[in-house]
């Protein structure tokens, strides 16, 4: 019986690794289809759409900020009890939009909520870097993430009928379903397998301080990569593509091509190794810059968002997987806390780059000048930086 209990517990704690990640797609999810309506709420005009967008952006900023926080709380008290404190912040913080009026407050938790989605996301990966190693904990993070993006795609369409059906402030009840998760956490991950607190070594950040080019080059890529997701929209309705509706449907290509990237993602990379899958990564990313900037055909662009998709998401796994396999054990939960700031740096950056770009050339040849540099960044790393053929793949 005791050895039954074990494995039912352990077949538990892998569904908890595999799924919890699927709440901070939907809390990126959640108000996508309530925004006009949030807005609505708050007045009229530009500054009540700020504010909406607000609301939404608002957790983001939370996981940039609380990351390195957050990586060295797990550190601390280990992964396993991070996740349990993540997921109780997250539901607490996150369903205050019920009954939270004011819009300071109703940010002030949205922030909250960011961290406590930085918490799942690095309590999380430090656990399968603990559980798993090689070809098994690629294919489990290419899993997780198909997992991510089918519940960012279950989210964004119940999201909309619960608004639509209740009104804007029910999709925050969608966080409480946190709550569950951290009990089937609490019943199943008794620390076999998990990282728990430990001595640390000496000098804990001069420890990751060599990983510093990597998180350098997060940030790069992410600042491009984010150009689907926040430019394409602007370049949609200057081809006179201004359906809501329309555009919702061509950017949901994005998420389903990310959900079969991650399922293909661990046996690609056995087949390819990590230096061309990352170029492949690389190249899907670019190639689907290089279709929006050449035309403005809906179907073609449909194309461009699976290829984001596909390139983007397979992106998250190859980064995490580097980091779990370059920083030390002792410092994997800073490692991953400051993983997380970089791509939400990247978030934050391309509004600012990408922006004045278009307005500068051109809505079209703003993405042919970010696709050409990506392209550039694929060939470099695959023909001018090559390691020494001492240093392992």
Wanted: hydrophobic content about 55%; charged content about 10%; proline content about 4%.
């Amino acid at each position: 019986m005791p050895d039954r209990l074990t494995r039912a517990r352990l077949a538990l704690g892998t569904f908890v690794m595999l799924t919890a990640l699927g709440f901070n797609g939907l809390a990126q999810t959640a108000f996508t289809p309530v925004l006009s309506t949030v807005a609505n709420h708050f007045g009229n005009g530009g500054g009540s759409q700020l504010t909406a967008q607000s609301i939404a952006t608002m957790a983001s900023v939370g996981v940039m900020v609380g990351g390195p926080i957050v990586g060295i709380l797990a550190e601390w008290i280990g992964s396993r009890r991070t996740l349990y404190v993540a997921l109780a912040v997250y539901a607490i913080a996150g369903s205050a939009g019920l009954y939270i009026e004011g819009i300071v407050p109703l940010l002030a938790s949205r922030l909250v909520q960011g961290v406590g989605s930085a918490g799942i996301s690095i309590a999380t990966a430090a656990m399968i870097g603990d559980r798993f190693e090689g070809s098994a904990r690629s294919r489990f993070l290419g899993y997780q993430g198909a997992f991510l993006a089918a519940a960012g795609f279950i989210s964004l369409l119940a999201s909309g009928q619960i608004a639509e059906s209740i009104g804007w402030r029910a999709p925050f009840a969608l966080f409480l379903t946190a709550l569950p998760m951290l009990a089937l956490a609490v019943m199943s991950l008794d620390g076999s397998g998990t990282a728990e607190p430990i001595v640390r070594a000496a000098g804990g950040f001069a420890q990751i301080l060599p990983l510093w080019p990597i998180y350098l080059a997060v940030v790069i890529i992410y600042t491009a990569g984010y150009m689907i997701y926040l430019q394409l929209s602007f370049v949609l309705a200057g081809d006179h593509v201004t359906s809501p509706a329309l555009q919702s449907r061509i950017f949901s290509a994005s998420t389903v091509m990310h959900f079969a990237g991650g399922l293909l993602y661990g046996r690609a990379l056995e087949r390819l190794g990590q230096r061309w899958m990352l170029f492949l990564i690389l190249l899907c990313m670019a190639g689907s810059d290089f279709i929006i900037g050449f035309t403005a055909s809906v179907p073609l662009i449909v194309i461009a968002c699976g290829l984001s998709g596909l390139g983007g998401g397979n992106m998250v796994i190859y980064v995490i997987n580097l980091i779990l396999n370059r920083a030390p054990a002792e410092a994997r939960g800073q490692a991953l806390g400051l993983m997380v700031t970089a791509m939400y740096i990247g978030d934050f950056l391309n509004p600012w780059v990408a922006t004045p770009l278009r307005l500068a050339i051109g809505n079209h040849n703003a993405f042919l000048a970010v696709g050409a540099a990506i392209l550039l960044a694929a060939f470099l790393q695959v023909f001018a930086f090559r390691p020494a053929r001492s240093q392992p793949a």
